[in-house]
């Protein structure tokens, strides 16, 4: 059974920095599309960001662009996300999912259907 485990999160203040971890187990990393969603109370999930297998194409929401950055690990089964200058607009719980991915395909990682999750992460921003 695929397993997702997220951690990182904690309570900071606007401007710092963070960086989120996504340990993956029971399957192989390198197969597979990686996405962080995040869900703050009251508001709808929102996809904050995406790296295609092997790590090909990313994807940033508009509102973290140029704050975050994804990047992988394979040999360490691990997805991070660094996120800068965090805003009390970031506050949220933050999950990653998986999507295995055929090496034929074409669509950006933002359009898949993630359908393994792990557990979250809390991330709080305030002064």
């Known amino acids: 059974q695929v397993q997702l485990e997220e951690s990182g999160g904690g309570l900071v203040q606007p401007g710092d920095s963070l960086r989120l971890s996504c340990k993956v187990s029971?399957?192989?990393?390198?197969?597979?599309?990686i996405t962080w969603f995040r869900q703050a109370p009251g508001k709808e999930r929102e996809g904050v960001s995406c790296?295609?297998?092997?790590?090909?194409?990313?994807y940033y929401a508009d509102s973290v662009k140029d704050r975050f950055t994804i990047s992988r690990d394979d040999a360490k089964n691990t997805i991070y996300l660094q996120m800068n200058s965090l805003k009390p607009e970031d506050t949220a719980v933050y999950y990653c999912?998986?999507?295995?991915?055929?090496?034929?395909?074409?669509?950006?990682?933002?359009?898949?259907?993630?359908?393994?999750w792990g557990q979250g992460t809390q991330v709080t921003v305030s002064s």
């Open positions: 029971r399957f192989t990393l390198n197969y597979y599309a």
């Open positions: 790296i295609m297998r092997g790590g090909g194409p990313t």
């Open positions: 999912g998986a999507k295995r991915v055929i090496l034929s395909n074409t669509k950006p990682c933002a359009s898949f259907e993630y359908d393994t």
